[in-house]
């Protein structure tokens, strides 16, 4: 063996015995419990007890001064222990410890000094009591003394913590990714701690990047803050990351946008953490970084917060939702879930989706994530007898009506099926909640509703016609939601371009101008409940949703996030689909749009429903139960005001395909609805289906 090798194979051995040493060390410290945190506790009172008497005479301690000052400084031994007790001081779990636990530790002293204090007068104040008055310099150094003893010593438990996890990460196995944190604030600092104790996550802090000036130069949890995004390629040639972490509180999507680019452009993994809001118990986890995903690029801000009423609307309440086994059903039902209603009665047609959501529900309930009743119904809502007997057995005090078809070249092949779920669904269960009294209906709307140039966008408009009759007519919060696209929902954009990326396939667009506007599956679910605690009959709800966005940018975003350079997968332009247009509305000409009092919640007026429209759906229902497609699809656009024409558009005319789907005016004349006779209605007027 070389002198270097020697050298080197000491140092080793040196480095093993003292991660040795500091693991064993920190051993003992986190093996002390409250007991022996107790007996420390007496033993360091009477320390500071004896070292304040002692700076306070200079030394000078003689028997008779012990005699006459022995039942005040006995005190502190008699009180301390009692009052520390209350605050918790021997419940903790001190290698947790924060400033909150260090604010507990001053306070239960501080108390304790005061009591201590107080009945050391009320001594001397004893007839006949011989007992020498302390002065107040003695109880200041007292309390001075008891916390950095008692205080240290509770420290000290969270340092040993912390030299045992450094010790761990440094023998570690596990391979660390050195990892740049974009953010030196809160969740920064908690995230640099928690990664620090936890080898096992790989994640290695080297610094942190913040564009904030004041803080360049400066020290979070350990780590140098380098400088803003700017300094990024000096900061990897410092550190040697691989990774950056974006530890932000809540940050725009463009601000998640301009450090992703600019990470990937320097080759560096990207990942974020959840939101300070989901991390329930409090503290960041480095085990819970995960990519970015195309809703943390939403260049709006997102609605994070329930309008009043919400959680008194559904705790303790029956609650109903439709479609339960669908996309929006089913977030739905989580977060109704969540407010712990009374019971919660699930619908839906879909077998196998409807047991998951069931199952789901049950483990969140075994977990404390919710609580309530299940009651599970595999049923049609277009069957007005099965949602008379279903509605009239559980009497909801809400209707989440979120059963509907929803794809848009699907119900153009057949149309039939789409009304008679979206149209006669809607009229089904209204009529039964209106038989039963339900208080509150909501609808699941869609944009496609507005100057609809599809029969899915033509029955969702009739269906928001339907609700607000059935409001006219009974008062009652009768409402509709109209939503646009839900980030990753079943069949949507999403899903789709993510499984042609991991098959390697090109991304398919239709058109390179289509735009759509987006939210993400948990606002949709919040806009839903908010439109239940604050509805007034016949409301029709809608999401500011921002700009909207290309279709393109988005399928490019997510290449981006896969790590591939923006030209490393072709797109192919396919063209409008039946059905399509290139761009929706969330509102008519003619509706009114106002704020309300839930940010980010607007409410559209003058929607009232056309004469006739009880008739007119009766006739759509007859045509669909025939199975007239062609004369349905006549029938349809001339209740809502419109119809489907393919039309040469010159200047669309391009390689995605000329023919476009626009939305025109009706023409009365040409397009008449064939009669049909009437089913039954009811004594309240709402239609009753045969």
Not at 487 to 512: D, K, M, R, W, Y
Request: no cysteine.
């Amino acid at each position: 063996m070389t002198s270097r090798e020697a050298v080197l194979a000491g140092r080793g051995v040196a480095a093993a015995l003292q991660r040795g040493l500091v693991h064993r060390l920190a051993a003992t410290i986190l093996s002390l419990r409250g007991r022996h945190l107790l007996g420390l506790d007496l033993l360091l009172i009477a320390i500071a007890t004896l070292v304040t008497l002692q700076i306070r005479h200079d030394g000078l301690i003689t028997p008779s001064l012990v005699a006459s000052l022995a039942p005040a400084v006995a005190l502190p031994l008699a009180i301390r222990p009692f009052v520390n007790f209350h605050f918790g001081l021997y419940r903790r779990l001190w290698r947790h410890a924060s400033v909150n636990e260090l604010g507990q530790v001053v306070l239960a002293i501080g108390v304790g000094t005061a009591i201590a204090l107080a009945a050391a007068i009320g001594i001397e104040l004893i007839p006949g009591s011989t007992a020498a008055r302390l002065p107040l310099s003695f109880w200041l150094l007292e309390f001075v003394l008891s916390l950095a003893l008692l205080g240290g010593l509770r420290f000290s438990i969270r340092a040993g913590s912390d030299l045992g996890s450094r010790a761990i990460v440094a023998g570690a196995t596990v391979s660390m990714t050195p990892t740049l944190l974009f953010g030196a604030g809160r969740v920064g600092a908690m995230m640099a701690r928690s990664a620090h104790r936890e080898a096992a996550a790989g994640v290695k802090p080297v610094g942190f990047l913040d564009d904030d000036p004041a803080k360049r130069g400066n020290t979070v949890a350990g780590l140098t803050v380098l400088g803003g995004l700017d300094r990024l390629p000096e900061a990897i040639r410092l550190t040697g990351a691989r990774m950056l972490l974006i530890t932000l509180e809540n940050p725009s999507g463009e601000t998640i946008r301009r450090v992703m680019d600019e990470a990937i452009d320097a080759g560096l993994q990207v990942r974020t953490v959840p939101p300070v809001r989901g991390l329930f118990d409090g503290s960041a986890n480095p085990r819970r970084v995960r990519d970015i995903r195309i809703e943390d690029l939403l260049t709006r801000e997102q609605v994070t917060v329930h309008a009043p009423g919400v959680a008194e609307s559904i705790r303790d309440q029956v609650v109903m939702v439709t479609g339960a086994g669908g996309s929006i059903g089913s977030e739905l039902a989580r977060q109704v879930f969540g407010f712990r209603p009374k019971q919660l009665v699930l619908v839906d047609r879909a077998e196998s989706p409807l047991y998951m959501i069931q199952r789901e529900l049950e483990l969140r309930r075994l977990s404390g994530r919710g609580d309530g009743e299940l009651s599970v119904h595999l049923a049609n809502v277009a069957s007005r007898a099965v949602m008379t007997r279903l509605i009239g057995q559980t009497r909801p005090s809400v209707i989440f009506h979120a059963a509907a078809y929803k794809h848009v070249p699907m119900m153009e092949e057949h149309p039939s099926e789409g009304v008679q779920v979206n149209v006669g669904g809607t009229m089904a269960v209204l009529s039964a909640a209106v038989e039963a009294g339900v208080p509150r209906f909501v609808l699941v709307s869609t944009d496609k509703a507005v100057e609809p140039s599809s029969v899915m966008g033509a029955t969702k408009r009739l269906a928001e016609w339907l609700v607000a009759d059935a409001a006219r007519v009974t008062g009652r919060s009768y409402v509709a939601v109209r939503f646009g696209n839900v980030l990753g929902s079943a069949g949507s954009v999403l899903p789709i371009f993510e499984a042609q990326l991991e098959n390697g396939e090109p991304i398919t667009i239709t058109h390179p101008d289509m735009t759509r506007y987006f939210m993400t599956m948990q606002e949709a679910g919040w806009l839903i409940l908010d439109a239940a605690a604050i509805g007034q009959p016949g409301d029709l709800f809608v999401l500011d949703m921002g700009e909207p966005v290309r279709i393109v940018d988005m399928a490019r975003d997510l290449v981006r996030l896969t790590g591939r350079g923006d030209d490393s997968v072709p797109i192919r332009f396919t063209g409008l689909r039946p059905g399509e247009k290139l761009h929706e509305r969330l509102f008519y000409t003619t509706e009114s749009v106002d704020r309300t009092e839930v940010d980010k919640i607007l409410r559209v007026t003058d929607t009232a429903a056309p004469p006739e429209l009880i008739a007119s759906a009766r006739r759509l229902l007859e045509l669909a139960l025939g199975d007239r497609d062609d004369d349905l699809r006549t029938a349809l656009f001339e209740i809502v005001g419109g119809w489907p024409v393919s039309v040469e558009d010159d200047a669309a005319t391009d390689s995605t395909g000329p023919r476009h789907t626009r939305w025109q005016p009706p023409m009365a004349a040409a397009r008449t609805a064939p009669s049909a006779p009437e089913p039954a209605a009811s004594s309240d007027g709402v239609p009753v289906l045969t």
